[in-house]
Nanobody, 115 residues
Framework: QVQLVESGGGLVQPGGSLRLSCVAS????????MSWYRRAPGKERELVAL???????NYADSVKVRFTISRDNAKNTVYLQMNSLKPEDTAVYYC?????????WGQGTQVTVSS
């Protein structure tokens, strides 16, 4: 089993920044792709960014340039640096990690962008 715990969400003004973190614990050997998803009120969950075990990255068009995903394998942690935040970035953000084809999810952290 893999347990994921996110942190770093909160309330920020438009144009501000936040950094989300997600730490994995438990049976972590074999974790490959790490991702961040989000679900905005009334919308489907969407992929925000992913990073492979080889550190290749991919981003949703809506966050390209503004968000950066990174990982620290020694700390079993994935990060999401979010800059130039917009009200439409308001959502619950979920960490996802895949181990041998099985996805694991964190509990989510709320990000609210509002003046």
């Amino acid at each position: 089993q893999v347990q994921l715990v996110e942190s770093g969400g909160g309330l920020v003004q438009p144009g501000g920044s936040l950094r989300l973190s997600c730490v994995a614990s438990g049976s972590i050997f074999g974790i490959g792709v790490m991702s961040w998803y989000r679900r905005a009120p009334g919308k489907e969950r969407e992929l925000v960014a992913l990073i492979t075990s080889g550190s290749s990255t991919n981003y949703a068009d809506s966050v390209k340039v503004r968000f950066t995903i990174s990982r620290d394998n020694a700390k079993n942690t994935v990060y999401l640096q979010m800059n130039s935040l917009k009200p439409e970035d308001t959502a619950v953000y979920y960490c996802n990690m895949v181990k041998w084809g099985r996805p694991y999810w964190g509990q989510g952290t709320q990000v609210t962008v509002s003046s």
